[in-house]
């Protein structure tokens, strides 16, 4: 078992920035790949970052690239997710996951363990 939980997420008006934090505990963290998803309410669940084992890859939702940043810190057991230029349409419930495989996979279903999730709720 993986528990990840997360935290950081708030309100902030649209421009401004936030970081995300998600620390695992259980089992080796460089084991599993970590993603970042988000749900907005009557929406469905959706992919917004992932990185690899040991960081060497990262692979972001369009509509984010540029303005987010996954990182993680392998010795913190710590995954997080900066997030610049913020806009209304950020507004969701952030979860982050971990999927034990060596590649960064998009898809919700492939991730073996999720957090509860964080608010962001960005004002116009």
């Known amino acids: 078992q993986v528990q990840l939980v997360e935290s950081g997420g708030g309100l902030v008006q649209a421009g401004g920035s936030l970081r995300l934090s998600c620390a695992a505990s259980g089992r080796t963290f460089t084991n599993y790949a970590m993603g970042w998803f988000r749900q907005a309410p009557g929406k469905e669940r959706e992919f917004v970052a992932a990185?690899?084992?040991?960081?060497?890859?990262?692979y972001y939702k369009d509509s984010v690239k540029g303005r987010f940043t996954i990182s993680r810190d392998n010795a913190k057991n710590t995954v997080y997710l900066q997030m610049n230029s913020l806009k209304p349409e950020d507004t969701a419930l952030y979860y982050c996951?971990?999927?034990?495989?060596?590649?960064?996979?998009?898809?919700?279903?492939?991730?073996?363990?999720w957090g509860q999730g964080t608010q962001v709720t960005v004002s116009s």
């Open positions: 996951a971990a999927h034990n495989t060596i590649v960064v996979v998009t898809i919700a279903s492939r991730y073996d363990y």
């Open positions: 990185i690899s084992r040991n960081a060497d890859y990262t």
